[in-house]
T-cell receptor
């Protein structure tokens, strides 16, 4: 079975300071891991994706995430927050096997950026 | 990159009427599309998987007769909310995979449709 836990429902940072959004997962199979961002009343935009290549994945808008198998974590980071980063962030696990294609969404983390 | 569109972006309807929402893959063909529902301040909930040329696969607890899905072509899936009621008010989002590109597990999401039933 697969599951995704986003450890913080809300994160608040000041503009220019680092961002850390935490995600832990569990999967019986080799999963693909994603981070998506959702701005209010918008669809989801892909930030980055991990498959099985490099454990440090670079995404758009300066975001990156590190896959740590031993910790079953896939935390999202950004060195310096910008006001436009304020949004909802979803950690997602996808698995495709004989049972079909399954996607599990985390509950989401709301990022607030203070001026 | 792969682009998915939805129409309309917002719709307001009276209770008892039916509403159709379109999901299109603009620059790729999608044999499979997914329909999600999102309540305020919550995550996405998968409603059904739309399969081109065959019946949709619904998740447990989703009424097939209430949420009709048609995937008539490789670029278009429609979700019809029949006899809508206020409790059907929600944000509906579709997604698709560009399997032909070789990236079989990345979903590309539409911008969503805000349905309000009065």
């Amino acid at each position: 079975a697969q599951s995704v836990t986003q450890l913080d429902s809300h994160v608040s940072v000041s503009e220019g300071t680092p961002v850390l959004l935490r995600c832990n997962y569990s999967s019986s199979y080799s999963p693909s891991l994603f981070w998506y961002v959702q701005h209010p009343n918008k669809g989801l935009q892909l930030l980055l994706k991990y498959t099985s290549a490099a454990t440090l994945v670079k995404g758009i808008n300066g975001f990156e995430a590190e896959f740590k198998k031993s910790e079953t974590s896939f935390h999202l980071t950004k060195p310096s927050a910008h006001m436009s980063d304020a949004a909802e962030y979803f950690c997602v696990v996808s698995v495709e096997n004989t049972g079909g294609f399954k996607t599990i969404f985390g509950a989401g983390t709301r990022l607030f950026v203070k001026a | 990159g792969a682009v998915v569109s939805q129409h309309p972006s917002r719709v307001i309807c009276k209770s008892g009427t039916s509403v159709k929402i379109e999901c299109r893959s603009l620059d790729f063909q999608a044999t499979t599309m997914f329909w999600y529902r999102q309540f305020p301040k919550q995550s996405l909930m998968l409603m059904a998987t739309s399969n081109e040329g065959s019946k949709a696969t619904y998740e447990q607890g989703v009424e097939k007769d209430k949420f009709l899905i048609n995937h008539a072509s490789l670029t278009l899936s429609t979700l019809t909310v029949t006899s809508a009621h206020p409790e059907d008010s929600s944000f509906y989002i579709c997604s698709a995979r560009d399997v032909a590109s070789g990236d079989t597990d990345t979903q590309y999401f539409g911008p969503g449709t805000r349905l309000t039933v009065l």
